[in-house]
Every structure is written in structure tokens, then in C-alpha cells.
């Protein structure tokens, strides 16, 4: 006679559906974790090493509990709770193979008040983690949207944002300046960040972030919502200042007066959105020093020199302009700086041309003294771009002779007594070398310029070991950032070790690494560069 392991419990059903819209869940996600607390208070009856499962049916909440068992086919098996032997197993259910489970029906479980405590714990544990996950999900791809929300509370200066599926936490730092919000007030912000985390997906909301500035013009023109104009970079002091770089993908379409608006009805809005941060609107440019120069604006510049390697930028400005350019406190400077990504110096123009010409007597008096030459000879050297006399010997005679004022003679003069100047020159510093205590070994270990000898020994390498101690950043460092690459660097360190292993026959097992340093040394020229 078979026994009525099944109830109906319709009622189970109703519950489901109530939390599943109360938490916007799906009803099989509820039903799944009622199945969960079932299990669990099946086990705890009838043990916890059992594989007791329940399940919930769908029309009419008739709830099953049974017990399974995997049919194996090794004796004995692991584990005597869950697992069935297959020549057993056949015994019970003819024809049942490995890997198949017996399903053993259950009565059902009558809660008590501890059970139906439990059972509630894990129904709301397990509907709080699916809730949690589906915010998750809903977040995580909104991240650079602008959200509104209600302040629902306020801890510390930080305020938490009720979104209505979820809750934000706007930080003090990232909100404006002397912006003030109070329980229930609504809040407009953007998603910086969602995180997933054990207590539930984190959601960053800012005021400050660049990009809140940039969905805000998205919002107000439509251009760019339709990707007509683009934002290319934007740059804020939050409450203050900000600027923004646009261009057009449309030649009819002027971008900052689309941005501007009729009398500056779009970008006010913005402003107002912004508690009264000034908004610069500039023209993007690909060219560099056109485009530092229209993020300096409103300031006029005359000059820019640029320093592509370093990122640095030097830019000149007429006197009376100097203060516009940098700004108050150097937000304009800074601003532009930001908005370029280039290291920006602001000279005046009696800066820069008192700077000129204090490079310019340095290097006249450099050819006077070295060349023995007037100032007339010395200037019209300067004049050409000659900056060491190095210069004059690496000169083709044509081109020295093709100088206003010069003729073959003269070039031939100026080069000899180059040469003799730098010969002289290097006797010296050998001299300074010796008087240092820095050893032949050292200077034959890198092919190293006399000049670059009395650098090493002033910094203590005076020894082969002194060489072979440093690092290549070490040794690039002594003898200047120009000076070698890296691998040239340790080539010449490497060479330096060489005699540390060498063996009982005196010959360095690393021959061809010996053969490459050497190589490497030779490389160095005579102004301590690669040739």
C-alpha cells in the first residue's frame, strides 16, 4: 500500500509570489530557496550526511522529500551515506545502472519552532543573495551613467543615495564644494564604480569625476548625444573651473557654439547643475602646441616649444598676459595642463628673451675662450646653431667655410684649433682621473670618455670591483641620463664581473658575453652616446 508522501501546500505558492514582487526576484528563485530550507531541516532530521532533497511543485505547492542514493559500481564504496554498491543496488531496482540514483520518498516534516526558524533564515539569506546579485548584474554595465536618487541618510559627511532597486554611497570628497544635502533631498550623480562584494554590490556615486560633467553636455546637447560633437577631454576643479575639449565630426557644425547653446542656455544648465562652476569650452585640436595654446585661452600666446620625450611644453605669453595665463592660485595653468596631459612652463616674453640671450653669451663666451676667436667669430657660430665644439669638428669644411663671413681658410683654422682645444682638454681630465685614483682597468671596461672617467671617480669607482658593484641605473645616473641605454649599461657592468668567475685556467667561461660587453663599450662614443 502506497503512502501519501506529497501535501499540498498552495499557500507556499502565495507566499512566493508576495516576496517576488515585494523584492522584484524571480518566483522560481523564492521557491528555490524554500526548497533549500526544506532540505535543510530534512537533513537535520534525518542527517546531515543523507542527500535529502525537496521539491516544490510549481502548480499547486505540493512539496516531496526524498532521499537519493548514487548507484556505484566499486565496492566498498566512499561513503556509505549517499552511495550504493551496483550489485546491491540491482537487487532493489533490477536493470539500474552506475550513475543512476535510487529515490527513496519521505514523510513530511512537521516544523517545530526551531525548525520553521531556521527554514525562515535560509529562505531570507538566500532571497537577500539572489536580490544582491541581481543588482549586481543591473549596475555593473551602468558604470559612466548619470543616476537620481533621494539622500536616505548621511554618515560621516558621506551620504547614501536611495536609488529605488538599490543604495549608493556618494562620498564627501567626491561632492562639490560647499554643497550641502539633507535627508530626503534628491540627488543627481554618476556612477564612478560597482563593486561585488560579501555584503552585497557597492555602488560609488560622484559629483566631482570629469565624466559627470561630460554625460551633463550629453544630456543638454543633443549633437552629442548623436555622436555629431565629441568630448575628447575634460578637466575640473569641482565648484570653480572647468574645461572641456570638443570637435566636430561635421564641418557645418561649430562645436563650442553648440555646446554654448541660444545665449548660453545649454551650457548654463550645466553650470547650475554645478553649483556655479565657470565652464571653458575649447576647440580639440591634434596638433599639439594648437591645442595647448587654445587650453591656455583666455589667455594670448606668442610662442610654444615643445619637448615630445619629456611631454613638457614651454610656452610664452606677453607680459600684462602672465597672470590670465596662470590663473588664480595657477588654476588655468593647471587646468590646461590636465586638459592636455603636457607639463606646461609659462614664460613672459622679457623672460624668454632675457633667457636667449644669457644662453647666448654663455655659448659665445664658450667659443671665445676654446677657439680664441673675437666675439664677431663666436656669435656667428651661435647664430647657426653651433652649441659645443663639438659641433665644429663634426662639420662637414663646406658647409663651416659656407658660413656669411667665413672662407676655406678660416673653417680650416676654427677646426684646428678645435682639435687642439679638445686634446688639451682630455689631457687634463686624464690627468684629474689619475689624480682621482680611478685604474686603467676601469676606463678600458667601457670605453669611457675622460670626462666621464672623473665622474666616476668623483662618485667613488675608482676600482673594476667599484663597476661591477653598481646597477645599470647606477652607473646611468653617474654619467648622465644621455649618456647610454640600459643594455649598454650592463653590458659594460657584466664585462666588469667578468674576472669574478674566471677560472683555474684564467679564462672566463662567459666568453661571448665578455665579446658582447666589449662590443658594447666600443659602442660609446666620444660624448658618452651610442654611435
Known sequence: ?????????????????????????????????????????????????????????????EVRLSRWTEVVDQEPVENEATQIPLRIAQK?????????????????????????????????QRVREVERKKQYDEYKDRVGEIVNGIVKRTEYGNLMVDLGRAEALLRRDETIPREAFRNGDRVRAYIYDVREEPRGPQLFLSRTHPGFLAKLFAQEVPEIYDG???IKAVARDPGSRAKMAVISRDSSIDPVGACVGMRGSRVQAVVQELQGEKIDIIPWSPDNATFVVNALAPAEVTKVVLDDDARRVEVVVPDDQLSLAIGRRGQNVRLASQLTRWDIDILTEAEESERRQEEFRKRTGLFVEALDVDDVIAGLLVTEGFTSIEDVIAVDDDELASIEGFDESVA????????SFLEQRDVELDEKRRALGVEDAVAEAGGFTPAQLVALGEKGVKQLDDLADLASDELIEILGPDSMDEDTANAIIMAARQHWFEGEDGEAPGGEQQDEAEAAGEAVDGDGEKA
Not at 13 to 32: P, S, T
Not at 53 to 60: F, G, H, K, L, S
Not at 92 to 119: C, M, N, S, W
Request: aromatic residues 4%; proline residues 5%.
Open 228 to 230: 555629431i560633437i565629441e
Open 412 to 419: 680650416a683654422e676654427l677646426k684646428r684649433r678645435a682639435e
Open 92 to 124: 532493489f531496482k533490477p536493470g539500474i545502472q552506475a550513475g543512476e540514483f535510487i529515490v527513496d520518498p519521505l514523510p513530511p516534516i512537521d516544523f517545530g519552532r526551531i525548525a520553521a526558524q531556521t527554514a525562515k533564515q535560509v529562505i531570507v
Open 1 to 61: 500500500m502506497a503512502v501519501d508522501v506529497a501535501i499540498a501546500r498552495p499557500e507556499l505558492l502565495q507566499v512566493a509570489d508576495a516576496v517576488a514582487r515585494e523584492k522584484m526576484i524571480e518566483r522560481d528563485e523564492v521557491l528555490e530557496a524554500m526548497e533549500q530550507a526544506i532540505q535543510k531541516a530534512g537533513r537535520a532530521k534525518y542527517g546531515h550526511e543523507k542527500d535529502i532533497r525537496a521539491i516544490i511543485d510549481r502548480r499547486n505547492g
